[in-house]
């Protein structure tokens, strides 16, 4: 949603009416992750996308229907499917995507409020009913602090929240399923919850010209990214126009004192002792998700042993990807944070590095967190819980 979050802001707050469709699950191959969206207003305008194109046509037609008063529904595409098939959904997955409105002034403003949240990274989840006892598109926000909202039931809204808050803690989204009055493992509602948690950061360490193009990247792929350097003629804002903060600190320092969590990937861009082994020190304390350090291949070597002799163990400096990035032959500092984001996508998904066409299976890798049912499972093949 962050990616057109603008768009969406500013329709609800000129009162356009608009229906949004969201993706709540996905099975096998496919492009988009639960919570991707597509929104299409009254003039038909359309922002944003569920498939990267292949179902975008059809799910026009669907929402242009619930705008003009057709309720909340679940579409569900997939390669199975003779008319899915006919739309584009050729990637081998299906997907099931929930399409509402936001009509009047008090669901848009309910909206309003819910995309300010996510605007200014505070922690919320969205938790909307998909099918069963139910009303389909019950919508309920859930804060740490409070809810909005009911899906009908105090029982529902006590175990849904309760539930949301814990799913929010860890940054998923997926569906879960509850008994009308909230008794879990039973399977007559399921509820869509999605987490709306900030972006994940990137720490570039060292004001050079790979990491003026590491944080553009970074911030490309969504990143909060923030460039640390000691050098004040360095570490200005005019050399790193991209970066979301420009910090002019000793890099260790900086490090110690900056909430880093198991989302954040680091970036050493820096390759020289006094400034590489004290930060390196640091981040191997962290849970980070990715250190990556520049330098050669003997720079390294000469590096892991200023870090043995710091007391650095050998299974933290196993965290270590150095030389940094994937073998892309890259040249330029630009091609150089192409290397670099690809290795970190590769970190977060689970992805061989190897070219496609040399691989049979999957395209798409998924998180390996467990998942929620489809709406339409039958009873018998649900997981009682995740």
Sequence with gaps: MREILPDLQARCAAGTPFALATVVAVHGSAPRDPGAVMAVDEAGTVVGSVSGGCVESDLYE?????????????????????????????????????????????????????????????????????????????????????????????????????????????????????????????????????????????????????????????????????????????????????????????????????????????????????????LLVAALRTPAAYIGVMGSRRTHHDRLARLRTAGVVEAHLSRLASPVGLDLGARTPEETAVSIAAEIIQHRWGGTGRPLAELTGTIHHRPTAPGGPSPATPAAARPESW
């Design 62 to 278: 669907v929402a242009r229907e619930v705008l003009a008063g057709a309720p909340p529904r679940v579409v569900s595409y997939g390669i199975s499917d003779d008319e899915a098939f006919g739309v584009g959904l050729t990637c081998g997955g299906t997907i099931e995507v929930l399409v509402r409105a936001y009509a009047s002034a008090a669901e848009l403003a309910e909206l309003a409020a819910l995309l300010d949240l996510i605007a200014d990274g505070r922690p919320v989840a969205e938790a909307t009913v998909l099918s069963g006892a139910a009303e389909t598109g019950a919508r309920m926000v859930v804060r740490a602090t409070g809810v909005r909202g009911t899906l009908g039931t105090d029982g529902l809204d006590a175990a849904v929240t309760d539930d949301a808050r814990g799913l929010l803690e860890q940054g998923l989204t997926g569906i879960q399923w509850y008994g009308t009055h909230g008794r879990r493992r039973m399977a007559e509602v399921a509820v869509f919850v999605r987490s709306h948690t900030p972006p994940p950061r990137m720490l570039v360490f060292g004001a050079i010209d790979h990491a003026a193009a590491t944080a553009r990247i970074g911030s490309f792929l969504g990143y909060r990214v923030t460039v640390c350097d000691a050098r004040p003629a360095f570490a200005t804002r005019e050399r790193f126009p991209t970066a979301h903060e420009v910090v002019c600190a000793w890099p260790h320092d900086y490090l110690e004192a900056t909430e880093v969590d198991a989302r954040t990937v680091i970036c050493v861009l820096t390759h020289d002792p006094k400034f590489d082994v004290p």
